[in-house]
């Protein structure tokens, strides 16, 4: 085995005791709460989200607070934990704003001062699952490309600006808003149903990840942090997102490959299940391959986030690289391999071949996050 670039130890790929006994919870909540009839019936209602899932996940499991402290309101685990969930999530493809507003929103948090009250306020709030939070950016935004602020603040703190493609931002009670002010970048909290938030929902390809544009037209916002601060408090948000989202891509895969198995097993011709057929056994084999693989880089970037290894950006580019790519390729071998069945809206087959196609652009794109790698690994243009 290659060794890491810093000579930090290596990682840990393997689940504990406690990551498999988390998964058993989450997963046998998704069964019994989230089931393909269930998600589709959701998808139908134009709700945004599943709030009862959601507050069985967030507050009774108590995954929202699973990054954050304990000191602070929150389970004090790590990102080990969390990708768990977001696994099991992927394998459901369950309408709940976990990787928005858990992962994304308070990292985003917890890279302010965590001593001010209207920081741990808010941040004690998300971890017990009482408010949804998002940080608005659009959803393709990769970790190394917040650039500047869409949205403008004034000395009274009074937000100007849109937004678009903000993933969950509908579901959302608070913004947590990256804007510019004349001394330079900030991050605002501001409430979704404050004066002068409009939310304005878009159809999306991933109904259980729905989209929305924000505008902000004088929206009264909170300071949480300026300058340096602020940005690395937002880029770290994006890079603990672009890390787990590989987890969840991996479970989306997963759960394509173990229902094409099954499927294949049980559909006959010739007298003989189509899954003995040498063709279909080598696609499926192959993918097989590729799911294995894919674990091991979503484990290994969830391992850096856990531990803080100066390897993280390395490990977040190698996990999105190539996850992403192999949740498209399972849904899509998914549904050609289910035939016609796979093709209509009563099989949830679309549903992760969505989620995926979605996956796949969000949070940086492969070709990003390879061009990114690249420049890490000191292989870009001399």
Not at 132 to 145: C, I, Q, S
Not at 165 to 186: H, I
Not at 283 to 303: F, G, K
């Amino acid at each position: 085995m290659t060794a890491p670039l810093h000579g930090t130890p290596d990682p840990d790929l393997l689940y504990s005791a406690d990551e498999e006994a988390l998964r058993d919870a989450v997963r046998s909540l998704l069964a019994d709460r989230s089931d393909p009839a269930t998600v589709l019936a959701g998808l139908e209602s134009a709700v945004p989200y599943d709030a009862s899932l959601w507050r069985s996940l967030a507050a009774e499991i108590g995954t929202a607070g699973l990054l954050v402290p304990e000191k602070l309101g929150g389970q004090g685990a790590s990102a080990r934990e969390a990708a768990v969930v977001l696994e099991e999530l992927g394998r459901s493809v369950a309408p709940v704003p976990y990787l928005t507003s858990a992962v994304i929103a308070v990292t985003a948090l917890l890279g302010c001062d965590t001593g001010r009250e209207d920081v741990a306020g808010p941040l004690a709030a998300l971890a017990g699952g009482r408010t949804v939070g998002v940080l608005a950016l659009p959803l393709p935004t990769a970790p190394d490309g917040v650039g500047d602020p869409a949205v403008q603040a004034d000395e009274a703190g009074s937000l100007t600006g849109r937004v678009t493609s903000v993933a969950d931002a509908a579901a959302a009670e608070l913004l947590l808003v990256w804007a510019r002010r004349a001394d330079g970048p900030a991050l605002y909290a501001v409430e979704a149903a404050a004066d002068g938030v409009r939310t304005e929902a878009v159809t999306s390809l991933d109904l259980t990840r729905p989209l929305a544009h924000l505008t902000l037209d004088g929206a009264r916002g909170r300071l949480l942090a300026t300058g340096d601060r602020a940005r690395t408090a937002v880029e770290r948000a994006l890079l603990a997102g672009a890390g787990l989202l590989a987890s969840e891509q991996l479970g989306v895969a997963e759960w394509c490959l173990a229902e094409t198995v099954r499927h294949t097993a049980q559909r006959t011709q010739f007298g003989r299940p189509v899954g003995s057929f040498q063709a279909l056994k080598h696609r499926m084999a192959a993918l097989w391959l590729d799911v294995a693989s894919a674990r091991a880089a979503a484990r290994n970037a969830a391992d850096a986030l856990a531990t803080g290894s100066p390897d993280l950006p390395v490990a977040v580019a190698v996990a999105q690289a190539y996850c992403a790519p192999v949740a498209v390729r399972a849904a899509e071998e998914c549904i050609q391999l289910h035939g016609g069945i796979g093709m209509t809206w009563e099989h949830p087959a679309h549903l992760f071949l969505k989620r995926a196609k979605s996956d796949q652009i969000a949070l940086g794109t492969p070709g990003r996050h390879r061009d990114a790698l690249a420049g890490l690994v000191g292989l870009g243009a001399p």
